[in-house]
C-alpha cells in the first residue's frame, strides 16, 4: 500500500512511466488512459454527488463574490465529466486540468496556473484538497489549505504544517470564517 501511494499521482502516462519504464509508446499510453477513463466514468457514474453541503457552499461563495476555481490532476475529460454530471460548472470561473501543466502535483504549477486565471494572489487563495501530493502542491504554492478528509485520514497529511483545518464535507462550521471580512 506504502508504495502505491508513493507510485500512484500525476498524470496516467507519468504513472506507467514510474511503474513501467520504457514499456509504453506515448500513443500506447494515450490508448490506455482513454481505455481506464471510459471505464472509470462507466463505474462511477451511478455513485456520481455532491458532498455534504458543497452546493450551499458554492452559493455562499458566489453571494460573497469569491472567485472559484479548479485545479486538479485529473485530464479535462474526467472534470468535464464530474461538473456536468453534478450540475456545478456556473460556480467555476477558472479550470486547470493535467492537460494544461508540465508538470503535475505535487509541483504547484496547477494551483499557480489557476491562481493566475482568477487574478488572485496565491497568498490570498484557500485550496480545499484531499491528497497529500495536493496539499504539498498548494502550501508550496504558498497557498492556504483546507484538507477533505474523505479519502485519507488526519495522520496521512501530519507531515504538512499549516493546514488551516481539517474536514469532512462543506457542512462544517469552521468554513463560515472564510466568509468573514477582512
Request: aromatic content about 10%; hydrophobic content about 35%.
Amino acid at each position: 500500500m506504502e508504495q502505491m501511494q508513493e507510485q500512484c499521482y500525476g498524470k496516467n502516462g507519468e504513472i506507467l512511466e514510474r511503474v513501467f519504464p520504457g514499456r509504453f509508446t506515448n500513443e500506447e499510453k494515450d490508448r490506455l488512459e482513454m481505455e481506464k477513463e471510459t471505464f472509470y466514468q462507466k463505474i462511477y457514474r451511478p455513485e456520481m454527488k455532491l458532498i455534504g453541503g458543497l452546493h450551499p457552499f458554492l452559493d455562499k461563495t458566489k453571494e460573497n463574490n469569491i472567485v472559484n476555481g479548479i485545479g486538479s490532476a485529473a485530464i479535462m475529460l474526467n472534470i468535464n465529466f464530474i461538473l456536468d454530471g453534478l450540475n456545478i460548472r456556473p460556480y467555476f470561473k477558472a479550470i486547470v486540468s493535467a492537460n494544461d501543466v508540465s508538470t503535475s502535483k505535487p509541483h504547484p504549477e496547477t494551483f499557480l496556473r489557476c491562481a493566475e486565471l482568477l487574478s488572485v494572489p496565491p497568498a490570498d487563495c484557500i485550496v480545499f484538497e484531499d491528497a497529500p501530493k495536493g496539499v504539498e502542491a498548494a502550501l508550496t504554492a504558498g497557498m492556504q489549505c483546507v484538507v477533505l478528509t474523505t479519502m485519507h485520514t488526519e495522520e496521512e497529511f501530519s507531515r504538512y504544517p499549516g493546514i488551516g483545518c481539517f474536514i469532512k464535507d462543506y457542512t462544517n462550521p469552521q468554513l463560515d470564517k472564510l466568509f468573514i471580512r477582512r
